[in-house]
């Protein structure tokens, strides 16, 4: 708990100085003062021995359902532990993937997004889980949630890295969402539960993002943006970068742009970006076209066929009803959806409002 309060640099140098947190937990002042770059802050807040918030955190997490994890277990990621100040633990809520044999791939982007900035992050999130890929990516509104929601519609495995404690949802909004990574994906933070979601955590959380992933994508970003700071951690750690072009006048696509200028990969397309590494794990990796499915209530509408030819075209059987006073088998949960739906199309965020149903 006390280590929490030092700086990244000066863990790892006690770290490696002393081998365990053990055995500086029971180094006296001097022996911690042998350590090079340490300071006398850091050496008062290491004088507390009391372990009182260390059996806090730990009853917080029993009661979360979260894991911890250190950098001396075997569940941590080789490629986390190589970065440059790698996190000293991690919380886990979820399964924890085996990042190390996992094409994962990072996905990133501006929360105020356009149009089309949602409609790319969705639909490449859809495309890289379809062909194998793990798609990461922190948990903020916009382009974050766009790209977890994409692949988990995919049926795909996702990992989120958030800037603050599991128990504290942020944004509100995305409440179901943590629920539903939780459930089939992990959810990753390095702050303890009660640690609050500030500005100041998320340009740290980025490096962790990059730092599991094989490659970085920018979705949308502007001039300015957190996505552009995760971009430029990636190339620190010697990941790839990719960044999806945008119109030449859109601000939002005003980064992504510049990316491209100064040497990142076009990313057209899924299958592009994962061809990079289909030599690498040609046994995870199922490269074909994928048509990711239209967002609710948007169908294509196809062009009227001329009138000569209308007597060529086959009519449509009618759709089937469900008359949801019969007995038909379905459970309440499934009774209170079809009853949302009588109304007409409802996208799925306001079924879930709806009813109640995670």
Known sequence: AQMQRIPGPAKSALLAHFTTPEAIYYADRGERALVDGITAAQLDALEDRSLAEADQILGFCQRLGVRIITREDS?????????????????????????????????????????????????????LASQGALVVSGLAKGLDALCLQGALRAGGVVAAVIGGGHDIKYPSENRYLYEDIAATGVILSEYPPGTE???????????????????????????????????????????????????????NSEGTNRL????????????????????????????????????????????????SQTDTLKEEPPLPVLDLSADHGLTDDQIRILRCLEEGVMQVDDIIETTQIP
């Open 75 to 127: 569940e941590y990621p080789d490629r986390l532990r190589g970065i440059f100040d790698p996190p000293l633990l991690l919380y886990v809520q979820g399964r924890m993937p085996a990042f190390d044999d996992e094409v994962a791939i990072a996905m990133v982007g501006t929360r105020d997004c356009s149009q089309y900035g949602a409609r790319v992050a969705e639909r490449m999130g859809f495309e």
């Open 197 to 251: 979601h500030k500005g100041s955590h998320f340009p740290v959380r980025n490096r962790i993002i990059s730092g599991l992933c094989l490659g970085t994508v920018v979705i949308e970003a502007p001039r300015r943006s957190g996505a552009l700071i995760t971009a430029h951690t990636a190339l620190e750690q010697g990941r790839d970068v990719f960044a999806v072009p945008g119109p030449i006048d859109a601000p």
């Open 260 to 307: 491209l200028l100064e040497g990142a990969i076009p990313a057209l397309s899924a299958a592009g970006i994962l061809a990079e590494y289909a030599g690498q794990y040609p046994h995870k990796l199922r490269l074909k076209a994928v048509t990711a499915p239209e967002p609710l209530g948007q169908r294509n509408k196809k062009e009227a066929a001329p009138e």
